[in-house]
């Protein structure tokens, strides 16, 4: 089970949203690299990147934040990056510059031509974000939710070549209110790729209780704002994780 440190930027800097909003946001770091290094150093095994500016404006914004972390990181773990990737030529870039796994969110469900053109090109590399509230799909930074079912979405998607799906629960972002652990399994269990939680991880009981569902398809959880505010230890987390995971 991979306990997974988010980074997400936010001119340039490292920030937390409260559901999605971002006239929320709490700074929690102005050096991104020096931020990412010290997840690393803590025992991070994947890191988690999202382009906050990038997924409202639709196109790459915190460029020079990802390279920093990147260059900070080397190729001492795998990075996985999303926020505002609408074409093949910047999942390339990407690509190119380090990122190992590209996270298509918004346009994967707008455009799925684009997704699966995108799995095609880069086998092994995409993967999708879904984020729900109460079963059905957001899209644009969440303000829009659609009528598409998350599970019916997500195999489709599967069906197309994406690698894995990371999955949100909306109402539990930021919010630190545990994570949604029956609608996480539910999407597991319905597909053969695997599912990485988001949204929720608050503590250590939190880490236990998604140990308990890993072999039903659930790899790992992203933690952001319990990690920042001290309410979630990473090093223990992580090394919870990996004493549940064998036993």
């Not at 319905?190 to 398809?217: F, H, M, Q, Y």
Request: negative net charge.
């Amino acid at each position: 089970m991979l306990i997974i440190p988010a980074i997400d930027l936010k001119d340039g800097h490292c920030v937390r949203l409260k559901q999605g909003l971002m006239e929320d946001a709490t700074v929690f770091s102005e050096d991104p690299g020096a931020m990412a290094r010290h997840w690393v150093d803590q025992g991070g095994k994947r890191l988690h990147l999202v382009d906050l500016n990038g997924a409202f404006a639709g196109k790459p914004v915190n460029d020079a934040a990802i390279k920093a972390i990147v260059s900070a990181v080397g190729t001492d773990i795998p990075i996985q990056l999303g926020g505002g990737i609408r074409d093949l030529e910047t999942i390339e870039r990407y690509l190119d510059n380090g990122i190992s796994y590209v996270i298509v969110g918004t346009a994967a469900v707008k455009n799925p031509g684009f997704l699966h053109e995108a799995c095609y090109a880069f086998p092994g590399q995409i993967m999708v974000g879904l984020d729900a509230k109460d079963g059905k799909v957001a899209v644009d930074g969440w303000s829009k939710l659609t009528g598409h079912d998350v599970i019916d979405l997500a195999k489709k998607f599967e069906d197309y070549g994406v690698e894995a799906i990371v999955y949100t629960d909306i109402g539990r972002d930021g919010m630190l209110t545990g994570v949604n652990i029956e609608a996480t399994v539910a999407l597991a269990q319905a597909l053969t790729i695997p599912v990485i939680a988001s949204g929720g991880v608050t503590n250590l009981d939190d880490v236990r209780k998604l140990v308990e569902v890993e072999s039903e398809g659930v790899i790992g959880a992203i933690t952001g704002r319990a990690i920042y505010e001290g309410t979630l230890n990473f090093t223990q987390a992580q090394a919870l994780a990996d004493e549940l995971s064998q036993a």
